[in-house]
């Protein structure tokens, strides 16, 4: 089981930026696809960036080309550099641990806010 503790969210004006990361433990960080994802009010929770343990990305549409993620075996963590950051960005942003030894086995972090306003 792998425990993920997201740091980094705030408030931030139209235009600012952000990174978050997410720290993992209790099992190798390796054998993991992370991801990130958002919550908005009202709204479903959605895929911002995936990226696999080989390092390969996956982005929504939404954010490509403002939003970066990256991962750092070394320190079993995963990180979401968002820039040029819109009003429709606010959301709770959390991350995902998918298990790639444990059949359809995925983890949450807690959450953190991001707020992007003026």
């Known amino acids: 089981q792998v425990q993920l503790v997201e740091s980094g969210g705030g408030l931030v004006q139209p235009g600012g930026s952000l990174r978050l990361s997410c720290a993992a433990s209790g099992s190798p960080f390796s054998l993991y696809n992370m991801g990130w994802y958002r919550q908005a009010p009202g709204k479903e929770r959605e895929l911002v960036a995936a990226i696999t343990n080989q390092g390969s990305r996956n982005y929504a549409d939404s954010v490509k080309g403002r939003v970066t993620i990256s991962r750092d075996n070394s320190k079993s963590t995963v990180y979401l550099q968002m820039n040029g950051l819109k009003p429709e960005d606010t959301a709770v942003y959390y991350c995902?641990?998918?298990?790639?030894?444990?059949?359809?086995?995925?983890?949450w972090g807690q959450g953190t806010q991001v707020t992007v306003s003026s």
């Open positions: 995902n641990a998918e298990s790639l030894v444990l059949f359809r086995t995925v983890y």
